[in-house]
């Protein structure tokens, strides 16, 4: 899942854990790494980036596909709840959609990264009220 001609593995991964088609798994993987790398605190997710393939780490880093709309203005509330409604919104899928897909691609990202660079990098998302999780 780390070279670069592992984008179809990993969409078909998430589409396998989520039991979608393989389109939206797509759309909704999109828009979990987006959603994500906006929510990341302490810098860029780098640490991730090494681990996706090629045309997959460039929604940690790239430009907003939904640039100018209601998803890319900062959030009240970064916790959960608001990941997932960034991820529907721009995934543009129902709550249960959004759900299965954003926990098959965690699932999906977790499998191409290590323990201690998973637990890592999702202490680093923030918890209801904005704030990080504890180490």
Known sequence: MTDGDGFPYFIDAVSRRSGLPTEQAAALARAVLRTMAERVTGGAPDDLVG??????DGYLTGPSPTA???ADTPPTDAGPAEFLRRVQHRAGVDPATARAGTGAVFATLREAMTVGEFREMVARLPRDGGRPAPP
Not at 51 to 56: C, I
């Open 68 to 70: 100018g709309s209601a």
């Open 51 to 56: 681990h996706l393939p090629d045309q997959v």
